[in-house]
């Protein structure tokens, strides 16, 4: 079923598209989750292709977000850092007097620039595509 995108639970490709009487059903053989579509064959198609995880992660080395746009942050590398690095974060990068720093949603302060290596945009809020 090469139409259907690689399982989200396991990346597994090994997927089964089942009819049902109300819809269709997508299983996975490899870790056997099952989703239920309550839809159209091709509504169910889309909606299994079509999920907030389809957003990269963007290292700071590459790209940084733009003034005061809500993203979110996550640090992988294991230096000292004054948040939490095993949390994800949402904040903002800030842009003052030719200075950058992050502004974290929750956390007081002014964070230094390599408190994060990665960041991503926010997913559209429920029911917004
Ligand atoms: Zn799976």
Redesign the pocket.
Known sequence: MSELK???????S??SLISMSDGWMIA??????IVQIPMAKTDAIEAWNTRPNDAKWISVEDELPKHMEHVVLRNVNKWFSFIDDNVTHTGCLVEMLGRRHWSVNGVKGAQLMNEFTHWMPLPNPPGVK
């Open positions: 690689p399982c989200p639970f396991c990346g597994s090994q997927l996975c053989f490899s870790c056997s989750k």
